[in-house]
């Protein structure tokens, strides 16, 4: 299994407060991603990043920053939580290097509850 | 930007029976990637198969293989001898430029 760590993998919060999900990995990939899954929807691209410090929107970034300040550590903050915020957050790494393209390695998920 | 259709919410088997799944997904991009992913009950996402566009020639891994129609935008997934562990969401999920999305899911309930 690809070393991948997600934390904390429960968590549960009220409206306005600040969260912080942290992924940790092992394998030393260049792209890390933080997806939310919701029913109905699947799994939406919040987040990811190419590199230390490079990083890109995706289909949902509103309301949530990311930083990548090692290679290894990727970390999703949600400045102001919301209810619509309550979701599954998956973690995922990946190698892409010249033509060759690696499929996503998923964390565990974390479980956030916002009330 | 590109999208991932799966137009069947849900599907069942049965027990050693075949079954198919279907995704279509829309891009101007010639090269690219395609994933089936399957999420069983314990909610981690494991790679079932993957597809490069530039290969003409459909995955195949052991009881699951794809159609891959290029042309048609077309990635539909065929599990044979289908098993009890094979109930699971499914998910079709375009790659380009290390991007991947995702389809909605097919939830899959294979039944004795």
């Known amino acids: 299994d690809a070393g991948i760590t997600q934390s904390p993998r429960h968590k549960v919060t009220e409206t306005g407060t600040p969260v912080t999900l942290r992924c940790h990995q092992t394998?030393?990939?260049?792209?890390m991603y933080w997806y939310r899954q919701d029913p109905g929807h699947g799994l939406r691209l919040i987040h990811y990043s190419y590199g230390v410090k490079d990083t890109d929107k995706g289909e949902v970034s509103d309301g949530y920053s990311v930083s990548r300040s090692k290679t290894e550590d990727f970390l999703l903050t949600l400045e102001s939580a919301t209810s619509s915020q309550t979701s599954v957050y998956f973690c995922?790494?990946?190698?892409?290097?010249?033509?060759?393209?690696?499929?996503?390695?998923f964390g565990e998920g974390s479980r956030l509850t916002v009330l | 930007a590109q999208t991932v259709t799966q137009s069947q919410p849900e599907m069942s088997v049965q027990e050693a029976e075949t079954v198919t799944l279907s995704c279509t997904y829309d891009?101007?991009?010639?090269?690219?990637?395609l994933f089936w992913y399957k999420q069983p009950p314990s909610r981690q996402m494991i790679l079932v198969i993957r597809q490069e566009a530039y290969k003409q020639q459909n995955a195949t891994e052991n009881r699951f293989s794809v159609n891959f129609q290029k042309a048609a935008k077309s990635f539909s997934l065929k599990i044979s001898d289908s098993q009890l562990g094979d109930t699971a969401m499914y998910f079709c999920a375009f790659m380009k430029g290390g991007k991947l999305i995702f389809g909605t899911g097919t939830r899959l309930q294979v039944f004795p």
């Open positions: 995922a790494i990946s190698e892409i290097i010249a033509t060759y393209t690696g499929e996503l390695f």
């Open positions: 891009t101007s991009e010639n090269n690219y990637y």
């Open positions: 394998e030393n990939h260049r792209y």
